[in-house]
Nanobody, 123 residues
Framework: VQLQASGGGLVQAGDSLRLACRVTGRTFNHYTMGWVRQAPGKERDFVAAITATYGDTHYADSVKGRFTISRDDAKNILYLQMNRLNPEDTAVYYC?????????????????WGPGTQVTVSS
């Protein structure tokens, strides 16, 4: 499975961004898809996930109500709509795929990773 994220950039606090992750190589809808971020000097943190079968969504408390994860199984694209961004959201954002039964809240449980896209939010 190959993943390629895009859509990052430099924005101001309060702005919005939409990240996209194109997935190739295997059947997209077999995996729970997630977004994980890593801020400078910190470990990778779970951001959001969407399950394969029913499309259930799950969010970190820090982004709940501001971020929305979605998937287009026909196009093999995962999205992360980020609204009301703040400087604490500054990080490299990775899209990742987890197999069935994985604990998608734990970054190390994801099997496949893309190279990440930088999101920088200025105050």
């Amino acid at each position: 499975v190959q993943l390629q994220a895009s859509g990052g950039g430099l924005v101001q606090a309060g702005d919005s961004l939409r990240l996209a992750c194109r997935v190739t190589g295997r059947t997209f809808n077999h995996y729970t898809m997630g977004w994980v971020r890593q801020a400078p000097g910190k470990e990778r943190d779970f951001v959001a996930a969407i399950t394969a079968t029913y499309g259930d969504t799950h969010y970190a408390d820090s982004v709940k109500g501001r971020f929305t994860i979605s998937r287009d199984d026909a196009k093999n694209i995962l999205y992360l709509q980020m609204n009301r961004l703040n400087p604490e959201d500054t990080a490299v954002y990775y899209c990742a795929a987890a197999t069935y039964g994985s604990n998608f809240y734990i970054p190390n449980e994801y099997t496949y990773w893309g190279p990440g896209t930088q999101v920088t939010v200025s105050s």
